[in-house]
DNA sequence: TCGGTCACATACACAGTGTATGTGGATAGA
DNA sequence: TCTATCCACATACACTGTGTATGTGACCGA
């Protein structure tokens, strides 16, 4: 925001940073649960003063790790369906990405598995719906609009359908050893494109 | 087991059960961060020494929490799927009996949202594997025998697939309110049936 | 009736979160 | 350059909740 940045400021957003970057790397190994505060905090090199100074409390700190994977991934998911037109082709690209990420171990596991665990389940849906929630239902729309989707149900009812679906992509995915991922990866894909297919309107 | 008992085995039971009915209560209100076993054993006009005389700790007691609660639930489910011998009525009774089930709060809850919060996806997983996710995985492997599904991809994947689009429809029963649960009910059967049928082989 | 056992209570240790307060170095004004 | 202020963080403490070790009285078999 303001330009010039005192030295203060700067240690500040260093250390602001670290505390997130450890806690993001803690999370996604030891969970939710099983990090404590005085670990991100040695971690970082600082005391857990530092992290209630910058955090509310534990559950803010893993919001705002949670927020910073999502903003990524939902910005790569967008990207990649931004290259096509057709709401179909750019839905099929953005579930491609969509794996992709999933693969990655520190996403899987913080948004798929801790998340919902350390905020519980509302408060997790409250964030998901700025995110992977709030991304799926632009798809759906989508596809409902173009008239690829008849909206036999409520629109709410078939977002959190496909929500899930992609949810226990996104969890087999986790729980998946490396060597296999590929595979399922290319399982999921293939089964969620079938059921895309099969609710396509005639 | 053994015909006669004593009156202490017989007080021992009791108070066993009353802690299970009353665990089952506040974990169902409250979920498993906000109950203490204190509440609990204040609940069942005892004290924390009893919980852990019956149970190995908190975890132990929701976990008996949640078998008797899946229990009960798979043998509904099974007994209305047995309605039916064709594999593909059988499933769709099953279904109908689930959602169900699913609109019974403490169900719900239990099983879908405190679930994975209080035992971790992994240790969930475990749980379900002999419960709600052996029964689906019993109803896939029926369908796909029957040649009403070709398995594209591997069983397990269909498993898990089917597993969460149902656990989706659980969820999402759980968070609607009352009034609005037979009608987001039927959606959610439709849509799921329409899904099936579009997986369906030809 | 007497010794053992079982069901549960009591007391304590400990980890982890959150909060209230202290402190030293940076910064702004004179 | 001296000083007052403030901010980033450290330190110290209170509290909640789990788990464990030990105590105790009612019951039960011999």
Redesign the pocket.
């Known amino acids: 925001m303001s330009g010039v940045k005192?030295?203060?400021?700067l240690?500040?957003e260093?250390?602001?940073a670290a505390l997130l970057e450890e806690a993001t790397a803690l999370f996604a190994e030891h969970g939710y649960a099983g990090?404590?505060?005085?670990q991100v905090?040695a971690a970082s090199?600082?005391?857990?003063?530092?992290v209630?100074?910058?955090f509310a409390?534990?559950?803010a700190l893993f919001e705002a790790v949670l927020e910073a994977q999502e903003k990524l991934a939902m910005e790569e998911i967008a990207s990649a369906a931004a290259g096509a037109t057709d709401p179909w082709e750019s839905a099929l690209l953005g579930l491609d990405a969509f794996l992709d990420k999933c693969c990655d171990p520190a996403y899987g596991r913080l948004v798929w598995q801790e998340g919902p665990t350390a905020l519980g389940w509302h408060r997790w849906r409250e964030c998901e719906q700025e995110y992977a929630y709030g991304v799926v239902e632009r798809f759906v729309r989508g596809l409902i609009e173009a008239g690829y989707w008849r909206a036999a149900e409520s629109v709410d009812t078939t977002v959190r359908f496909a929500f899930w679906m992609l949810g226990g992509a996104g969890m087999a995915l986790t729980e998946t050893p490396e060597a296999d991922r590929p595979r399922v990866r290319d399982e999921w894909s293939q089964l969620i494109r079938r059921t895309l297919s099969g609710l396509r309107s005639q």
Do not use: D, F, M
Request: proline residues 0%.
């Open positions: 005192s030295r203060r400021e240690y500040s260093a250390t602001k990090t404590s505060l005085e905090a090199q600082v005391t857990r003063g530092a209630y100074h910058h409390g534990k559950q």
